[in-house]
Each structure stands twice: as C-alpha cells, then as structure tokens.
C-alpha cells in the first residue's frame, strides 16, 4: 500500500525495471512483459519511457504482449488499446528505436496486441486471432510478468464477472457496466463496443509473476472482494490468491475498505 498514485506507480515501474534487469536472456527466451491500458498505468508508462529514454532500461530483450482489445476497433480509432499504446508508451519509450514513430512502425515482432480488427493478408476471424496468440504466447516461452490493472466490477483485462477461472485468449461480450464505466472515453455509451479479445485468467495465472495496480476510492470494493472476499467467479480478480506470486499495488484510496 502506498500514499498515492505517484508512489503507487513508482513501485511498479521500479519493480518492472528490475525484473527485466534481472533477467538473463538466451536464444530460445526473451522477458515477455504482458501490459495492461486502461487510466490506472498511464504514470508508470510515462515514467518507464522517461527512463527508457535516460538508457536505464533497454527494451532489446523484452516482448510486451497487450491484455485486451475492443473488437470493431481499427488500430488508428482513437480508443483502441493499439493507438492507447501507441500514444502513451510505445511512442515515447521506442521512438529512438523507431524515429520518426508511425503507428505503422510498431515493430510487430516485438509488440504483440490482439487485433480488433482483422489484419491483411491473413484477415483472421476474431477466434482465429485469439487462438493464434495462445500460440504465440506458448511460443514464446510463457509470460514472465503479468502487470494488469483491475476493473470496477472486479474484472482482470476483459475478462467479466463469471468469467472460468480456465478460460484462454478469447472473444467476450462486455458487461453494461464494463460499457458504462468505459463510455468516459468514448462519446457515449452506444459508441462503446459490446465485445472485446482478451487474455483468459487462465493464460493471465499461467504467468510467472502478476502485478496487479489499483488506485482510487471506486476500486476499494473490487480491490476488497478480490483479496478478502473469498475465491469466487464472481470476482474475476480474486482467482490471483491461488496464485503463487502476485503483488498488489494500491494507494490508500483503494485499500481503504480492507
Ligand atoms: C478496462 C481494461 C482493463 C483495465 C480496467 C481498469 O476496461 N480492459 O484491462 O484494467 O478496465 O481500467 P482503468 O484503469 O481505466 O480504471
């Protein structure tokens, strides 16, 4: 617990460096880093970039791969988790590695995120793009970091109340109140997708560690149901204490109901 934002995201940022500082990479493994979007992780990408550019952090041995997508979504709509990316981290961390930065410079390779909208040539279904990440993910060794944020209703990435604690990479139809608390960023609530490609839990526990940042006061019931409220589907998030390694990051607004 931390007195507020600015020292909640340090911590993560700090943790991140470390871990990625820390690993040794060979050949057949890079430190695959999973990334959440969303308000909550803007300082810790705003910092993680500012040290990036310091050189305190490379990013050569690293693969990000993105929580979540809204489906329907081009990856230039101004609300879609790519460009959210793109603006708040990509951009301003890499753009030595990519200068002058295009959306379309994202180096691919290195920076996964689910496709909201199906990607010439291949043109995959939303199904066959979320099996082709399982994949990909398997790929690639497995996920060493899981940084996610956490949902008012106790959602982790897209993944919504009642969600199988089994579930993989899939196709989800949102909550109305997913919709609702989401229509902030959109012009209203009927621009706001019905559906979304996410990380199933399943794929989030199979990570080998799990950060999960929380700040304000409207995440203190989630934040509580998820920690003392039991295991239950009905709190996505809840299912991390069966988790071996996880560490939950809040300011003291969202763990004031514990
Ligand atoms: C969004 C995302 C989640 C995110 C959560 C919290 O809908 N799909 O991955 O963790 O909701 O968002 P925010 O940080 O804006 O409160």
Not at 3 to 30: G, H, T, V, W, Y
Not at 77 to 95: D, G, N, P, T
Not at 243 to 253: A, K, L, N, Q, S
Request: proline content about 5%; glycine content about 6%.
């Amino acid at each position: 617990n931390h007195s507020n934002k600015e020292e909640a995201s340090m911590f993560i940022c700090d943790l991140i460096i470390n871990r990625i500082n820390a690993f040794k990479p060979n050949q057949n493994k890079k430190f695959v880093l999973c990334l959440p979007t969303g308000s909550t992780p803007l300082l810790v990408y705003k910092e993680l970039a500012e040290r990036c550019k310091q050189g305190k952090i490379s990013f050569e041995h690293v693969i990000t791969i993105n929580l979540d997508e809204y489906a329907g979504l081009e990856p230039d709509h101004e609300q879609s988790y790519y460009h959210f990316m793109e603006e708040s981290f990509f951009s301003k961390a890499l753009s030595e590695l990519t200068a002058p930065f295009e959306l379309v410079d994202i180096p691919l390779n290195q920076f996964h995120l689910l496709p909201g909208s199906p990607i010439p040539p291949l043109n995959e279904s939303h199904e066959d793009s979320c099996s082709t990440y399982e994949s990909l993910i398997t790929s690639l060794g497995g996920i060493n970091l899981s940084f996610c944020g956490i949902g008012e209703n106790g959602h982790i990435a897209f993944n919504e109340p009642g969600s199988s604690f089994n579930f993989r990479t899939r196709l989800v139809k949102l909550d109305e109140e997913t919709r609702k608390v989401n229509a902030r960023f959109f012009y209203d609530k009927s621009h706001v997708p019905t559906h979304a490609l996410t990380m199933g839990i399943g794929t989030i526990m199979a990570a080998q560690e799990i950060i999960v940042l929380a700040i304000d006061s409207k995440k203190s019931e989630a934040v509580r149901n998820a920690l003392e409220g039991g295991i239950n589907h009905l709190c996505p998030a809840s299912v991390l204490q069966l988790h071996e390694t996880v560490i939950f990051v809040t300011d003291e607004e969202a763990s004031q109901d514990l």
